[in-house]
């Protein structure tokens, strides 16, 4: 197996291209094991050179109750009467670490995410 690591923008696209011929691979193959290989380096290559950004965390929020069908009422266990949930919602009040655990416990967003500081805090700082 001939492989090297990705080091510039033209080892990058060989690598795609490769990646691209060799989809169809099955596991536990030549092929499978080079496609397994290369999509590890073109991963570390991209964390690199195309770092991507958490979410807002509202914003998160706001999309997870969107693709679970949630509505504001059902947020209160996480995080408190419904005009809490609404605060928060609003940018108006911020999470505490305490529905931080909960909304990570119970929606499935990354406590990294949660934690951030919002567009609408850093603007006012």
Do not use: W
């Not at 991507?52 to 069908?69: N, T, W």
């Not at 504001?72 to 670490?97: A, C, F, S, W």
Request: proline share 7%; with cysteine; charged share 30%.
């Amino acid at each position: 197996m001939d492989i090297k690591p990705i080091k510039t923008k033209a080892d990058y696209r060989a690598a795609l291209k490769e990646i691209e011929g060799l989809m169809t691979a099955s596991a536990n193959t030549p092929e499978g094991e080079r496609l397994d290989v290369l999509v590890t380096l073109v991963e570390a290559y991209e964390r690199k050179h195309y770092p991507m950004e958490l979410p807002d965390p509202i914003e998160a929020i706001k999309f997870r109750m969107e693709s679970l069908g949630l509505k504001p009422k059902d947020l209160q266990p996480m995080i408190g009467g419904l005009n809490r949930v609404y605060e928060v919602l609003n940018h108006t009040r911020p999470l505490t670490l305490s529905m931080i655990r909960r909304l990570h416990e119970g929606l499935g967003i990354p406590a990294e995410c949660l934690i951030k500081s919002t567009a609408h805090q850093r603007q006012a700082a």
